[in-house]
């Protein structure tokens, strides 16, 4: 514990320096003029790429927003094909759905084609706006920080495309077909129309919510890099964690049957090993680091 709060207050006392050398070369102004073209230029990029989107947002609504909404999504065979290729009979074959949306006001279509091409803006964009964003933060670092950063907008655009992948296909799927098969009572007064802006935030938030979810391997190795996390002490609250993440796969799995969870649990459970086997390996090289320098 000793050795990991000197490294933190290390980093931070080396990045404050570093800071201060920058303001001796650049003023406060220079810093913001600096900021504020590197957000002109993520802006103008997240703006082109949301009116690429809007220019099709009719064949995007079609074949991605809503497609799983209809009982032909690709995922429901995928999924029903493996189950019986494993020899799960039908347990991962879902009833068929075709989803109807309702729209309760005049505006409501261009409001939500606006929203869509925003988000799939943000989306489209997201390596570009990275790229901007360590363009601003490298000038602060040095050359070894440089070099451990290498390669990181490809690995966290990576796992964040992953991670959307993930909720569009394998938990959207499953959200969808649940929630449009469950009833409320036997009389049938109940009649299941979500909204049109229901269904868009709905996708929308299991699309970024895995995205951001599969980042937990950069962001360990981020953390180990810099002293404030270590293998060790995720090793130590594995048990705690496997129980927090079936937990948390229950719930974001509206379906109770086990399979759905599991598709959940599983890469939710990998990303966590990975993310102990990345700073465990950091923990290791900081060791054999420090035995250098001693000896």
């Known amino acids: 514990?000793?050795?990991?709060?000197?490294?933190?207050?290390?980093?931070?006392?080396?990045?404050?320096?570093?800071?201060?050398?920058?303001?001796?070369?650049?003023?406060?102004?220079?810093?913001?003029?600096?900021?504020?073209?590197?957000?002109?230029?993520?802006?103008?990029?997240?703006?082109?790429?949301?009116?690429?989107?809007?220019?099709?947002?009719?064949?995007?609504?079609d074949n991605i927003i809503y497609a799983p909404a209809r009982s032909s999504f690709i995922s429901y065979r995928a999924l029903c094909d493996f189950s019986h290729w494993a020899g799960l009979d039908d347990a991962l074959c879902m009833p068929?759905?075709?989803?109807?949306?309702?729209?309760?006001?005049?505006?409501?279509?261009?409001?939500?084609?606006?929203?869509?091409?925003?988000?799939?803006?943000?989306?489209?964009?997201f390596p570009y706006l990275l790229w901007e964003l360590w363009r601003f933060i490298k000038p602060a670092l040095n050359t070894k920080e440089v070099s451990y950063s290498r390669g990181a907008i490809f690995w966290i655009s990576l796992?964040?495309?992953?991670?959307?992948?993930?909720?569009?296909?394998?938990?959207?799927?499953?959200?969808?077909?649940?929630?449009?098969?469950?009833?409320?009572?036997?009389?049938g007064a109940y009649q299941y129309i979500p909204t049109l802006d229901d269904y868009i935030s709905t996708i929308t938030n299991i699309i970024l919510g895995c995205g951001l979810v599969f980042e937990l391997p950069v962001i360990s190795y981020v953390l180990a890099k810099i002293g404030i996390l270590t293998g060790t002490f995720l090793?130590?609250?594995?048990?705690y964690s496997f129980i927090i993440i079936l937990v948390l796969a229950a719930v974001i799995t509206p379906?109770?049957?086990?399979?759905?969870?599991?598709?959940?649990?599983?890469?939710?459970?990998?990303?966590?090993?990975?993310?102990?086997?990345?700073?465990?390996?950091i923990e290791k090289q900081k060791k054999k680091e420090e035995n250098t320098e001693w000896s």
Not at 3 to 19: A, E, G, I, Q, V
Not at 160 to 172: C, D, E, I, Q, V
Not at 262 to 271: E, G, I
């Open 235 to 239: 090793k130590k609250t594995r048990r």
């Open 1 to 61: 514990m000793a050795s990991t709060s000197s490294t933190r207050s290390t980093f931070f006392k080396s990045f404050r320096n570093k800071m201060a050398r920058d303001d001796n070369e650049m003023s406060f102004v220079d810093h913001l003029e600096a900021l504020r073209w590197h957000i002109v230029r993520a802006v103008v990029v997240w703006l082109i790429a949301a009116i690429g989107v809007f220019i099709y947002i009719d064949w995007i609504f």
């Open 159 to 187: 796992f964040f495309f992953a991670g959307a992948a993930f909720g569009y296909y394998l938990l959207a799927p499953f959200t969808f077909n649940f929630l449009a098969n469950f009833s409320l009572g036997k009389s």
């Open 255 to 281: 379906s109770p049957d086990w399979t759905s969870q599991a598709l959940v649990a599983v890469p939710l459970l990998l990303l966590f090993e990975l993310s102990v086997l990345l700073a465990s390996r």
């Open 96 to 125: 068929p759905v075709d989803i109807k949306l309702l729209g309760t006001t005049i505006s409501g279509p261009f409001m939500s084609a606006i929203s869509i091409s925003f988000i799939g803006g943000v989306i489209i964009a």
